[in-house]
């Protein structure tokens, strides 16, 4: 018998992170859920309720008051408001139809909190449509107007605290600054950051007289500007006045110090863009900045916040001083850099030498490369008194008059004018000799150490969002780089990339290590009462070798030591992975204790046998007894430094721990970024460059050609017709349609008619060995439009919606461009395996030859092909190619009835075609003109080298002599390919053979963005070239993952010619597990994704074949008129019901409760039971469990699931078991059938991300079935296209438990379940009926 009841009462609870069942309870209704439903209450009676809008100026001040300030800016307020559409239904509507001056304060604060809070949150992109044309432009002025008024006065506005105002507005300029891609906003923003600025820079005006000097058309522009000046051109000296001030001013609140850096925050992301940073830059360096920054009380503070302060200091310091020419945004290289200071020192040097020759001759006369030493210039500069030493300041540029009064503090004089002490500190900073950003990172070890995977930078990270309720609002600020739009150069771009992976992989290190101390259960003897499948304990370790520095370094030029650890204790399985996955150039980390003093990263060299010999490959033969010994290398400069310090770090290790493979390449993607780093050579093309950093005109990037070869995509002329016919009305046919296509288009402007050519393929007679396969799908004019694209040189983006056959187009993309360019060489890349192998199986069944196809890397194991790709497997073939040619040309010779050996090597071959088959073809061909017939089948050379009849008939003499041509280009083929083949036979090294390959015969190499960058440098050795890149799932690879295989030749010789990006920007970013770098630094932003934002011309493809027309309205209106492939979508299962449901999709309203057992790991028991009880309905009316997929938003939800799966299905078979998994992990995939489970009760949670929304509701082919809270998502305005075509059903689900899977019925008798105690009974009573149909069966 079942379980008595399917609705979750027997005492099933929810399941922990351990995987252990614990019982949670109810959630109460605590203050943060109190003060939610009053402002729900609030939302209904104002803005959601059946009577529309109940707008007053009254009830905005009165949240302002209560629910806002009243709350100390409680986050959990602000994102019900949020979520409650306050900004759109109320605030901004009513905003749009108020005249400016009757609007309130309250009114702009309250909006300006929900777009900092949307901002937070990463949905702001929906506030920027909203706020189009002229309205934000308003806004923006009110701002400004107000932000004014708070520095000048330091009063309230609209019931905001002065100093929660100007936190509120920083954080919306940084909001602004960071979404320079939309028209309005980048409008409004610039003028903010415009040459005016450079009015307010000092009354000398040296350093403006500097610039216009180099730059005289500035000249031109500023005396323009002072006709017409900025409206809003003094806001942002203004706020850097009162910044200094606030850095002077005493207030001991931690609030104060929490706006300064956030402020600072500004002025980093203003200086990170090159559009924003050209006129800011000259403006902070005249205001002392950094100078004003260091001297202040907080600089020297030892509070957490305090050391978040300096490191933006340090961050703002790397932006202002960064390598490039500010005005014309030229890269500098090191030895510009270096000659940029050196002529700065020099000008120095002139104006002292001129002013004071006595004072400073010393100084005048000294080498350019001391003075860049602090102490030396300050020593030199002590000879002048204070009137002096401000008079050569005000030479060169450098301010001696105070902004603003600050004698309170010492660091001006009575008079307004800065100490002693503080203006040689200012000249320090301008003429220290800077590192380089490659100097900086040259230092870094790639492995983490405990200072960075327990320092406060990773905790804060972690916890970034959690915003602490407080009198006065302050943002969370982050001292790491981001990721948008604009970089200064690529060595910026790879700068910011380095940090962010760095930290990234630390933050997921570090939960290894603690995962694996929580398994390992240290004890205080120096053992462990636990174990870990990852980590375990060393027999041993010792340091066992330290060579000699290299000369010029200080580092050892390496450091091996040997690991052994005993596997006598684990279970077989364990003992397995550690065999299998830890291997050469494999990464292990090593710790010691509970509580992890030291933490070093070391890389596998070999394995050891019992004799401590290295074991040449890893992999051969299985080790004997339980001891493992392996040989490591240490990263050498973080050695010696160790070596440096008093502390026994190498002594207290005692732990070692392996990771995934998928997850321990970190260490060779950081190497390749350093090694990016300090490269001398342009690392990509010119054609490239200046759009990847974010300027110049991205539609240059798009090139057009008249001439285009389109090979077999079209299957007829009347597809041609199709396709082109509403561009083209005139379309001409070259004779016969025929293939290889080939289509010449006229210019638009111009007119004329569209030439349809074909290039005659090549002949091989009937020899049926050599057919040739072509394509058979019947591609859309928008696909054809994306493979015409792509066709071209330059940046192809293709966006390619669920279902719409991207797959299909990147193979044809490949397909074309390998036969128009029979020279080039195409690297193919996918972010995972599974893509890769799917691809590559469709590239294997075109016309492309096996020996021009190789697949790299980890993966290539899975194919399902006959054949081996990976590198080994290709020369195997080759070889066995070469077997099977060389036989034929023995054969050949015995047909000509020429006795030797000639199949015996390439060379042999190569000697006999030229000698024997050549000598008889040539005089044959040349008398062919003059032959009847009959002659040219009778004295055709090579007839008895075929086993079938080659001419078919004897009575066309044309056709007799294209056989001919055809069998004699058959035989020349055998000959070229064994010419192609005869490298392999010289080479006798397996390597030699491979690294052949890869360099001279490979056309499509196949690999992951992971393996290229694991490979790079080997490449770039080998002498690896490509003029093709071709990247599906571009939206789901990290930027620098991305970057990294457009890199993988040296640009001396070829090029990259086009790079075509297959992806979908409106479906889920790569993963990236640290929220405070996903959501601040803005780390998840793709490549693919970048370029889109920045306006590259797109194509996107618009016909899907995968779901139900009724099913894909749900995530349509994510995309741009995406249609469905008809007759395909209304035929066969697409054009039945779904036996047993009344909807072929339902949102199923269900009034459960969220728990959370450990942090974000969500659950929803009620939800739990009622996807597993909906499975077993389907189940039990016959419907396939390979075809239903359980999926929902959360880790915590999915061990849930499986929890209850295992109690409600094992106990029958019959139940089998459904795919489960998360949203995340199922993108890429598809299935017929889907129950979601949504899980969230108090918040919307992350499927608020529209791209996860995308993917969750389309995944589903031909039914889907969403379990949720509807109060929840209802509400919230970026869900509420779906959710409303989601309630088009109702929200209780309709069943037809009479009917059965396979059947359609003509009346349909439909029941609602009202909750999950409904659905249990229904199937309890199912199953009690199923088995007693079984027992009567039998």
């Known amino acids: 018998m079942p379980p008595k009841s399917s609705s979750g009462r027997g005492g099933r609870g929810q399941r922990g992170r351990g995987g252990k069942a614990a019982q949670q309870p109810r959630a109460t209704a605590g203050a943060n859920s109190t003060e939610m439903d009053e402002i729900e209450v609030l939302a209904n009676k104002l803005w959601l309720g059946d009577k529309g809008v109940n707008w007053s100026d009254e009830s905005v001040a009165d949240i302002m008051r209560t629910h806002i300030v009243g709350k ?13 559409q306050y900004f759109e239904l109320y605030l901004w509507t009513n905003y749009l139809s108020t005249d400016d001056a009757l609007v309130s304060d309250a009114h702009v604060m309250s909006i300006l909190l929900m777009a900092n809070e949307k901002y937070q949150q990463g949905v702001i992109t929906s506030m920027w449509v909203a706020m189009e044309g002229e309205a934000f432009g308003r806004l923006f002025d009110r701002v400004v107007r107000m932000t004014r008024i708070i520095l000048s006065t330091g009063t309230d506005i609209g019931f905001v605290d002065a100093l929660s105002a100007r936190s509120v507005v920083v954080q919306f300029l940084i909001a602004c600054f960071g979404s320079l891609e939309t028209e309005n906003v980048r409008t409004a923003c610039m003028a903010l950051t415009s040459l005016a600025l450079w009015e307010h820079i000092d009354d000398t005006r040296v350093l403006v007289e500097a610039e216009f000097e180099r730059m005289p058309q500035l000249r031109k522009f500023a005396k323009h500007l002072k006709k017409k000046p900025s409206a809003n051109g003094d806001l942002l000296p203004a706020l850097l006045r009162d910044f200094i001030a606030m850095l002077f001013a005493g207030d001991s609140r931690s609030e104060c110090l929490a706006y300064c850096t956030k402020f600072i925050e500004l002025l980093v992301d203003l200086e990170s863009q090159l559009a924003t940073r050209r006129y800011v830059n000259l403006l902070l360096v005249d205001y002392q900045i950094l100078d004003l920054c260091q001297v202040s009380e907080w600089y020297r503070n030892d509070l957490l916040v305090a050391k978040r302060f300096r490191d933006m200091v340090a961050m703002l310091r790397g932006r202002v001083y960064f390598q490039i020419n500010d005005v014309s945004g030229l890269p500098m290289t090191e030895a510009e850099a270096k000659d940029r200071h050196y002529r700065r020192v020099a000008e120095l040097q002139i104006m002292a030498f001129r002013v004071f020759p006595k004072e400073l001759e010393a100084l005048a006369l000294s080498s ?3 003075l860049g030493d602090s102490a030396v210039l300050t020593e030199h500069l002590e000879a002048l008194d204070d009137s002096g030493l401000r008079r050569l300041a005000g030479l060169v540029g450098i301010r001696t008059r105070s902004l603003l009064p600050l004698t309170a503090l010492g660091i001006a004089q009575e008079e307004g004018v800065y100490g002693r002490e503080f203006v040689l500190d200012a000249f320090v900073e301008r003429y220290r000799v800077r590192p380089t950003v490659a100097d900086q990172v040259r230092e870094i070890s790639p492995y983490p150490s405990e200072s960075l995977l327990f320092s406060e930078i990773i905790t804060e ?20 780089p981001k990721l948008n739009l604009q970089f200064l150069t690529l060595h910026d771009y790879l700068a910011r990339c380095f940090e962010l992976y760095r930290l990234e992989c630390a933050y997921d290190i570090r939960e290894n290590i603690e995962d694996a101390v929580r398994r390992l259960q240290p004890n205080d003897m120096g053992g462990f009462d636990g174990w870990a499948r990852m980590a375990m304990p060393m027999h041993s370790f010792n340091v066992v070798d330290v060579q000699k520095p290299r000369v010029g370094e200080r580092a050892p030029s390496k450091v091996r030591a040997d690991i052994c650890i005993d596997l006598a204790n684990y279970a077989e399985s364990v003992i397995m992975e550690w065999d299998s996955e830890v291997r050469p150039r494999d990464v292990l980390i090593l710790f010691g204790g509970q509580n992890p003093r030291f933490v070093r990263g070391c890389e596998v060299e070999c394995r050891l046998d019992i004799n401590g010999k290295p074991v040449d490959e890893f992999g051969s033969g299985r080790p004997s007894g339980t001891l493992r010994n392996l040989r490591v290398l240490f990263d050498t400069h973080q050695y010696q430094v160790d070596l440096a310090s008093d502390k026994d770090v190498y002594g207290s290790l005692n732990v070692v721990m392996r990771r995934r493979p998928q997850e321990n390449n970190f260490k060779a993607v950081l190497e390749t970024v350093r090694d990016l780093m300090t490269s001398s050579v342009d690392l990509l093309p010119e054609w490239l460059t200046s759009t990847f950093l974010g300027y110049g005109d991205p539609k240059a990037l798009v090139r057009g050609s008249e001439r285009v070869y389109f090979g077999d995509t079209f299957v007829s002329a009347d597809h041609v017709r199709e396709t082109f016919a509403d561009e083209y009305p005139d379309i001409v046919f070259d004779e016969v349609f025929g293939k290889p296509c080939v289509i010449e288009f006229p210019s638009l402007d111009a007119g004329g008619s569209l030439r349809v050519t074909s290039e005659p393929a090549v002949d091989f007679g009937t020899i049926e060995s050599i057919r040739r396969k072509e394509n058979t799908v019947k591609f859309t004019s928008t696909q054809v439009a994306a493979i015409r694209a792509a066709s071209q040189p330059g940046l192809t983006l293709v966006v390619g919606p669920p279902g719409t056959g991207k797959t299909d187009v990147a193979v044809q993309i490949i397909s074309n461009l390998y036969h128009a360019h029979p020279r080039q060489t195409i690297l193919l890349l996918t972010h995972s395996n599974q893509a890769l192998n799917q691809l590559f199986e469709k590239i294997i069944a075109l016309d492309i030859e096996p020996r021009h196809l190789l697949r790299l890397g980890h993966g290539e194991e899975d194919l399902d092909a006959e054949e081996r790709y990976s590198k080994a497997g290709r020369v195997e073939s080759y070889l066995e190619r070469r077997r099977e040619l060389l036989a034929l040309v023995q ?24 000698a024997h088959v050549r000598m008889r073809w040539e005089p044959y061909y040349r008398r062919i003109s003059e032959m009847d017939v009959e002659n040219v089948v009778a004295e055709f050379p090579f007839t008895r080298f ?20 055809g069998c004699y280009r058959y035989i020349e083929s055998i000959f070229d390919e064994l010419g192609d083949i005869q490298p392999f036979e010289l080479l006798r090294n397996n390597s030699e053979r491979s690294n052949y390959l890869l360099t001279n015969q490979a056309r499509i190499v196949a690999m992951t963005c992971t393996h290229a960058a694991l490979k790079r440098s080997e490449l770039i050795k080998l002498g690896f070239r490509y003029d093709t890149v071709v990247m599906e799932e571009a939206a789901q690879v990290l930027d620098i993952e991305t970057f990294i295989p457009l890199t993988l030749q040296s640009r001396r010789g070829r ?11 409106n479906q889920l970013p790569p993963v990236v597990k640290n929220s405070g770098l996903r959501s601040y630094a803005n780390m998840e932003q793709s490549l693919f994704t970048r370029m889109v934002r920045l306006g590259v011309p797109y194509i996107e493809l618009n016909r899907q074949a995968r779901a139900r027309p009724e099913i894909a309205s749900l995530y349509r209106w994510r995309y741009r008129g995406l249609a469905d492939l008809k007759p395909h979508v209304m035929t066969g299962e697409f054009g039945s019901k779904n036996p047993g449901f009344l909807s072929t999709f339902q949102f199923v309203n269900l009034a459960g409760e969220e728990s959370e057992p450990s942090r974000y790991f969500y659950q929803n028991l009620d939800e739990a039971e009622f996807v597993v009880a909906l499975y077993q ?12 997929a359980i999926l929902t938003t959360y880790n915590g939800q999915r061990a849930l699931i499986r929890d209850v799966l295992d109690r409600r299905c094992k106990w029958l078979p019959y139940f089998g078991q459904p795919q489960v998994a998360t949203v995340d992990q199922y993108q890429g995939q598809q299935s017929d059938y889907v129950i979601l489970s949504l899980v969230r009760t108090r918040n919307v949670g992350h499927i608020r991300d529209l791209r996860r929304l995308t993917v969750a509701l389309s995944r589903a082919r031909l039914g889907l079935y969403v379990v949720g809270c509807r109060r929840v998502f209802e509400t919230c305005f970026e869900l509420q296209v779906a959710v409303q075509r989601l309630l088009a059903n109702g929200d209780q689900l309709s069943l037809c438990p009479d009917e059965r899977f396979g059947e359609q019925a003509d009346a349909r008798k439909a029941v609602v379940v009202e909750g999950v105690e409904d659905m249990g009974r229904l199937v309890y009573k199912m199953i009690e009926e199923h088995l007693e149909a079984d027992g009567q069966a039998a």
Do not use: W
């Open 891 to 914: 054969k050949l010779a015995e047909a000509l009835d020429i006795p030797g050996d000639f199949g015996y090597t390439c060379d042999n071959a190569r000697l006999f075609f030229i």
């Open 368 to 370: 350019v490369a001391s």
């Open 72 to 84: 100390q800016y409680a986050r959990s307020s602000l994102q019900t408001l949020e979520r409650l």
């Open 461 to 480: 990270t972690d916890q970034f969002s959690k915003q602490q309720s407080s009198d006065t609002i302050s943002y969370p600020v982050l001292p790491v």
């Open 946 to 965: 075929f086993d079938i009849p080659i001419f078919a008939s004897t009575n066309d003499r044309a056709a007799a002599i294209r056989v001919a041509e």
């Open 1177 to 1188: 309905y389907m189940r039990l009316l016959g419907y396939p469990a390979e075809r239903i």
């Open 1055 to 1065: 090029e990259l010619k086009r790079l075509v990006m297959i992806g979908d920007h």
